[in-house]
């Protein structure tokens, strides 16, 4: 089957089964709805009765869209079966891939409305409140319909994937699918948790303005309940997908530990649990800083257990999640190799250190343009100055507990194994994104704090220059801080990475010796059949050439083996 076939083929198959799930929907929810009238709505739920229109329109929907799904896929079916290359190249195609991944999401995030809006009802009615909105027998319906389609094509890729070792787009679609439904699965559940007690902890400490009726909490309540139950159906099964995969990876051929969407995975898992918490606990210190400072918002102790102590007790899901998951992923490492392992933690300590020195730069920049505002006598030393520099300061303290033990970790490890740590993508990006975030705040304050100052000496009037430039220049002074010191680093891992020359090189039929002066040394041969090069890897004293070794493993193209000598 050739692409402009297959495309064709595929394209038709979705967008047929898309109006068939139309016309199924709408007769289903016609039975549902017609069933609930004839019950007293007290079971599914109730609503006026649904015109000849409507049903018209499902039968026609279904009319057409079944027979030309159906002859599609049959022929799309006949594309795949088989052992031939024909069939093959199906499987292993990207497009198919694409087309199964489009249709399970699209069918997923449906039924996963359907499921929160159904369970919302269903605990609004357990508790007592108005649900209101749409009929449930439509929340059923959709369910009803959007399952079956996200179950088989789920269900058809996981074949595909242990009948055929996929590779390239074919298998990363199918693995983003996943990763990308499990964190959205964690978000719902964590999210969710996190409101809960949220909700919970206004209601315990009852200060007056938090619902207009004593039973405002049940409202909010029932959706974050809907919310867990919710993510935590889609986090589970993702998460038990994935585990299927690693469990599988002789079958599927390949370790799903390895792949970057795993990785990256964890690390967003990592950076949402880092930043929600973060911005918890600086919310805490601001709070905790005004009550001292005497211009908080209030002085009972509700308000101050609402304002302080709530924040940090709210994050706790979230702490919780990036935590297991970091502790997951280490473990996950070990098992692998010291490499793995290393890789791991590297990317987890630059992942702090960025959230960290994110809440450094935000917190000086505001804390230090405050400041010439008050020398400038620009602004007034009075409360409000007060209220807003006990922010900025809780945002300095998260900031420099974050990022000062990251970045020592980090430094530390990149004197102890230069030739590793100088060189990795994580490292590399790190400081690449830190010169280009702080270039990027840099070059627009810095260009609006010149255009005032030629503005101002041309004759132009306006607002006073004080008022005007204290925040850009302020921007300026700590984005060239951070740029100047990130940009040192990257240049001399730049300039490290220059390719040495070898001092001996000696080739003789099929086989070649290479050697790279300093000690310690380790020999390392790679073979194939018929072919073999070896190798005399050295480095500088305290180099860990088995991990050098190990991660030189991993790169390595297929049928290539590296051997210790």
């Known amino acids: 089957m050739d692409i402009a076939k297959r495309l064709y083929l595929y394209v038709v198959s979705a967008v047929s089964l898309l109006v068939l799930s139309i016309g199924l929907y709408n007769l289903v929810a016609v039975v549902l709805g017609e069933l609930a009238d004839a019950l007293g709505a007290s079971i599914i739920g109730g609503g006026g009765s649904t015109g000849r229109e409507q049903v018209s329109l499902a039968i026609a929907l279904v009319a057409v869209g079944s027979p030309v799904f159906a002859v599609h896929w049959l022929l799309v079916g006949r594309g795949w079966r088989g052992s031939d290359d024909t069939a093959r190249n199906d499987r292993h195609s990207a497009i198919r891939a694409l087309h199964l991944g489009l249709v399970g999401t699209v069918a997923l995030a449906f039924g996963a409305y359907a499921a929160l809006e159904l369970l919302d009802y269903v605990f609004g ?34 074949i595909d994937l242990r009948h055929d070792r996929l590779s390239r787009a074919a298998a990363w679609i199918t693995r983003l699918q996943r990763y990308a ?39 909010p309540l029932t959706w974050s309940l809907a919310t867990v139950v919710v993510g935590a159906g889609l986090f589970w099964f993702q998460a038990d997908d994935a585990r299927r995969a690693v469990s599988d990876a002789e079958t599927v051929g390949e370790d799903d530990r390895a792949s970057a969407l795993r990785a990256t995975y964890f690390g967003a898992v990592i950076l949402v649990a880092l930043s929600n918490v973060g911005v918890t606990v600086a919310s805490s210190l601001a709070e905790l800083g005004r009550w001292v400072l005497g211009v908080s918002d209030g002085t009972d102790t509700s308000a101050f257990l609402e304002l302080v102590v709530g924040p940090p007790l709210v994050a706790i899901p979230f702490a919780i999640a990036g935590w297991l998951h970091w502790a997951a992923w280490r473990r996950e490492g070990a098992g692998r190799s010291p490499v793995a392992l290393a890789a791991v933690e590297r990317l987890a300590l630059h992942l702090t250190a960025a959230v960290g020195i994110i809440f450094l730069a935000v917190g000086t920049a505001q804390l230090l ?117 990130h940009a040192r680093l990257l240049l001399s891992d730049l300039r490290s990475a220059a390719p040495a020359q070898p001092s001996a090189v000696a080739v003789a039929g099929a086989s070649a010796i290479v050697e790279v002066a300093a000690q310690p040394s380790a020999v390392v041969t790679a073979t194939v059949p018929g072919v073999s090069l070896a190798l005399t890897l050295r480095g500088p004293a305290g180099t860990d050439l088995e991990s050098v070794a190990d991660a030189l493993r991993e790169h390595l193209p297929p049928g290539l083996v590296l051997e210790d000598h």
């Open 181 to 219: 439904w499990a964190f959205v699965g964690l978000v719902l559940l964590v999210g969710g948790v996190s409101q809960v007690i949220e909700t919970l902890l206004s209601v315990l400490i009852g200060r007056e303005g938090f619902g207009g009726g004593a039973d405002w909490w049940l409202v």
């Open 125 to 158: 009615t357990l508790l007592g409140t108005d649900p209101g909105g749409a009929r449930p027998s439509d929340h059923v319906a959709l369910l009803l319909v959007a399952a079956p389609v996200w179950w088989y094509h789920q269900r058809r890729r996981s």
């Open 369 to 485: 343009g405050r400041l010439f505002e008050v020398a400038l006598a620009v602004a007034a030393d009075n409360d409000f100055l007060r209220f807003e520099l006990a922010w900025f300061v809780a945002q300095i303290v998260v900031g420099a507990v974050l990022w000062i033990p990251a970045w020592t970790l980090v430094m530390r490890r990149r004197l102890a194994t230069p030739i590793t740590e100088r060189h990795v993508t994580a490292g590399r990006a790190y400081l690449y994104l830190a010169v280009g975030a702080a270039l990027i705040a840099a070059v627009p304050s810095a260009a609006f704090s010149l255009y005032r100052v030629v503005d101002t000496l041309l004759g132009g009037r306006g607002v006073a220059l004080g008022s005007d430039l204290s925040i850009p220049i302020a921007v300026v002074i700590v984005a060239s801080v951070i740029a100047l010191y």
